[in-house]
């Protein structure tokens, strides 16, 4: 066989063998489908669409982002995930807290830190979030990927809140978990459990007269529109999940596993990066586009009439979530005094 043949068969061999390849890359690839609660731009999306850049740059898969509403609500995609349909969702413990009641801890006032460094470590080097959470998960078939922060809660409302007494007769939205019922009830209100689909047009109608979220979420939301003062209660942060079915995420090879990982890490780094400032920049956008709006910031007197109705909230996680309930929370306590006491 003269040279030139020689090297033609070669160059015949490797393309049939590229072809093969690609068509067993193509057989392997998949497209994942993955939801979450909010819309363009916002936070879990943020998230979302960094989680599909890792995993399209470092794979053959693909991943379809839904968005809210485009599934249904939030516990519409949670339902949609735990019967396979979906093999990701974004769910905050707001909603995931009636599925897994631990997960409720997010919602015992005064437990957080206010400053975004301590929250950020903690979320990194907690035992409770890194070690415990996705065991509590696991068990309801969950593989949890990674729990973040989204934003310090603030109040809205159709008057400002300085004291406890200034909630009484007010119907303030919660997300539809018991234990954030107690907190608000603890407060003085009166809690109204809500999806999220139904608290614009709650406020507007004056069904409800107030509700608590992330500035960027008020701001993203036209909340403040038809809730327009703000109140700065230092009680706590919006924290969020992403999860995956865990029957999908057992099937998955170790390398595709490794992915995910990988991919949950590097959209979390990114999400750090995107709430730094993200508050106040939102916050500048209210002011701006609402004359009406005011804005609160309860001073250490005014929290102090809040935070000494903490314990009882505290009382009732206990008593809903039990044993397992109560090492999460001594655990969670432990994280955060190693934080608070750098
Ligand atoms: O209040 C809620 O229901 C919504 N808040 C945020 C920040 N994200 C999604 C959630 O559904």
Not at 7 to 25: E, R, Y
Not at 232 to 256: R, V
Not at 269 to 290: F, N, P, R, T
Not at 310 to 338: C, H, R, S
Request: charged fraction near 25%.
């Amino acid at each position: 066989m003269s040279g030139a043949t020689k090297l033609k068969k070669l160059a015949g061999l490797s393309a049939i063998a590229f072809a093969t390849l690609t068509a067993a890359n193509a057989v392997n690839a998949a497209n994942w489908r993955y939801a979450h609660e909010e819309y363009e731009g916002d936070v879990q999306d943020v998230y979302a669409y960094k989680f599909k850049e890792y995993i399209e740059d470092n794979s053959d898969h693909t991943v379809q982002v839904y968005r809210f509403g485009e599934l249904g609500e939030s516990d519409d995609i949670m339902s949609q995930t735990l019967s396979g349909i979906l093999q990701f969702v974004n769910q905050s413990p707001g909603f995931t807290g009636s599925l897994i009641p631990e997960a409720q801890i997010f919602f015992i006032p005064y437990l957080m830190p206010t400053d975004m460094d301590t929250v950020i470590e903690f979320f990194r080097e907690s035992e409770a979030i890194n070690e415990m959470f996705p065991k509590l998960y696991a068990e309801h078939g969950l593989e949890l990927l990674q729990m973040y922060p989204e934003g310090e809660m603030v109040v809205t409302s159709n008057e400002p809140i300085t004291s406890p007494q200034d909630f009484k007769n007010k119907k303030i939205r919660v997300m539809t978990n018991p234990l954030l019922s107690e907190t608000y009830a603890a407060f003085g209100a009166t809690p109204t459990p809500l999806p999220w689909g139904e608290v614009y047009g709650a406020l507007q109608t004056n069904m409800i007269q107030g509700q608590e979220n992330p500035i960027f979420w008020i701001e993203s939301g036209g909340l403040y529109e038809v809730s327009p003062h703000l109140t700065f209660t230092s009680h706590g942060w919006f924290t969020t999940a992403m999860m995956a079915n865990q029957d999908f995420y057992n099937g998955l090879s170790d390398e595709d596993k490794k992915l995910v990982q990988n991919a949950s890490d590097y959209a979390f780094e990114q999400i750090i990066d995107h709430i730094d400032g993200l508050a106040e920049e939102a916050l500048g956008k209210i002011k701006e586009a609402c004359d009406k709006c005011t804005v609160t910031r309860l001073n250490e007197e005014q929290i102090a009439a809040f935070k000494e109705r903490a314990p009882q909230v505290k009382e009732k996680y206990i008593e809903m979530t039990g044993e397992d309930g109560k090492e999460l929370l001594n655990q969670f306590e432990e994280d955060l005094n190693e934080v608070t006491s750098d």
